[in-house]
């Protein structure tokens, strides 16, 4: 079983920056693909970025690419999510999946576990 822990979310005017965490208990985190969703009020959830498992290749919405980055530290068993360059339309709860030996094409119906999510709210 692992549990995931997202954490760093806030408010933050337009332009801003915030780094997202996302904590995995349990073990085997290293076999873990991660990715970030999020979802605004009265939308679908909607893939923001994910990293692979082993040699930790990315894969970004076109949405964010260029203001957002993801990486892991697997000696932390975490994963973060840098937000540079908010904008409004980022506003909405972001959360954590883990997909074990999972696509970096991370398939949020093939996750196996998922964060409690935490409020971004970008301000213009």
């Known amino acids: 079983q692992v549990q995931l822990v997202e954490s760093g979310g806030g408010l933050v005017q337009a332009g801003g920056s915030l780094r997202l965490s996302c904590a995995a208990s349990?073990?085997?985190?290293?076999?873990?693909?991660m990715g970030w969703f999020r979802q605004a009020d009265g939308k679908e959830r909607e893939f923001v970025a994910a990293?692979?498992?082993?040699?930790?290749?990315?894969n970004y919405a076109d949405s964010v690419k260029g203001r957002f980055t993801i990486s892991r530290d697997n000696a932390k068993n975490t994963v973060y999510l840098q937000m540079n360059s908010l904008k409004p339309e980022d506003t909405a709860v972001y959360y954590c999946?883990?997909?074990?030996?999972?696509?970096?094409?991370?398939?949020?119906?093939?996750?196996?576990?998922w964060g409690q999510g935490t409020q971004v709210t970008v301000s213009s």
């Open positions: 349990g073990r085997a985190f290293s076999s873990y693909a």
């Open positions: 990293i692979s498992w082993g040699i930790g290749t990315t």
């Open positions: 999946a883990a997909d074990q030996y999972g696509s970096v094409y991370l398939d949020p119906n093939e996750a196996d576990y």
